[in-house]
């Protein structure tokens, strides 16, 4: 599976964002599909995760009630709607494909998008 993040760009704080992650290469419709995060200095960290069919979504704390993951399985297309940017968000966001059980864990990943950047000024 061949994961192409867009979407990201310069926006202010309190503004939207939505990214999108077009897969080619094979169906996504049976993996959980996940965004995380890299900021300049940090690790890689988990933003939010999709279940296969989209009926169940989990968030990271600090984007909860902000952000929002779906997916088209139809458009082979999975999104992140962020709301409300804050200058923490700054990163080079990833979509990745989920083969293992942890939703939260990198590990559990092993399809992952080349990044899309987003900066949030202040």
């Known amino acids: 599976v061949q994961l192409q993040a867009s979407g990201g760009g310069l926006v202010q704080a309190g503004g939207s964002l939505r990214l999108s992650c077009a897969a080619s290469g094979r169906t996504i419709s049976s993996y959980g599909m996940g965004w995380f995060r890299q900021a300049p200095g940090k690790e890689r960290e988990f933003v939010a995760a999709i279940s296969w069919a989209g009926g169940r979504s989990f968030y990271a704390d600090s984007v909860k009630g902000r952000f929002t993951i779906s997916r088209d399985n139809s458009r082979n297309t999975v999104y992140l709607q962020m709301n409300s940017l804050k200058p923490e968000d700054t990163a080079v966001y990833y979509c990745?494909?989920?083969?293992?059980?942890?939703?939260?864990?990198?590990?559990?990943?092993?399809?992952w998008g080349q990044g899309t950047q987003v900066t949030v000024s202040s």
């Open positions: 990745a494909g989920r083969t293992g059980t942890n939703w939260l864990s990198s590990d559990s990943y092993d399809y």
